[in-house]
């Protein structure tokens, strides 16, 4: 199986057509920052507020991923072999990180060439997993979102108390504690999610989508 090659193949329909059809331009919103930074609470709330406009969008979340593609080896063997859950499944260490990322952005790519608003929620730690999803698109197609907050805010907030069990180091490799977050040096819009509300955040990447034409 090798040897056997691989083509892609172009569609009857054309992006154009999709995005003429869904009243809106595909592109990739990426969100990133630290755990607990507000990343989900903003993306939904984008997407409802898109919903809302008529518009086409849909959120890839990062723990929703890793109940399917992204499964964790544990949660595979629960239908597949052992060694198929060792090979496939992903945790998180630094190259399953950016395996994740990898096939998040490939999803995400598919979505925008459909014509969606593809809106993802990822911590995404390492500058360079992001930087590749962006040589991924055509120029403009990825929108990165940077949800600012300090640790000590995020750390205050700790909903399902991660960054508790890694202080007392019961969970290594948390982002932010004794693994590295790589923060946007340039991304197309940062919210300052450690003062503003979720709400204004998300009317501020709503505001920014019609700026630049994608819907």
Not at 159 to 183: N, Q, V
């Amino acid at each position: 199986m090798s040897n056997v090659e691989v083509h892609w193949h172009n569609h009857a329909v054309s992006r154009q057509e999709r995005e003429t059809l869904n009243g809106n331009k595909g592109c990739v919103v990426w969100f990133t920052g630290l755990s607990a930074c507000g990343k989900s609470t903003v993306a939904n709330l984008v997407d409802h507020l898109l919903h809302k406009l008529g518009k086409h969008s849909y959120i890839l979340d990062g723990d929703n991923v890793r109940h399917g593609l992204n499964a964790a080896p544990k949660m595979l063997q629960e239908v597949h072999s052992e060694e198929f859950s060792k090979r496939f499944g992903l945790g998180f260490s630094a190259i399953d990180r950016e395996e994740n990322i990898r096939r998040i952005g490939a999803v995400a790519k598919l979505f925008a060439e459909a014509g969606l608003v593809a809106l993802t929620a990822f911590i995404s730690p390492y500058r360079v997993d992001r930087d590749r999803v962006r040589k991924t698109l055509p120029d403009g197609d990825f929108i990165e979102v940077f949800v600012d907050a300090p640790i000590e805010v995020c750390e205050q907030r700790d909903p399902k108390g991660l960054y508790k069990k890694a202080r007392a180091g019961e969970l290594k490799g948390f982002t932010g504690i004794d693994d590295p977050y790589e923060a946007p040096e340039k991304p197309e819009l940062r919210l300052d999610a450690g003062v503003k509300t979720a709400e204004v955040l998300a009317n501020e990447v709503i505001e920014y989508l019609k700026s630049k034409g994608k819907i």
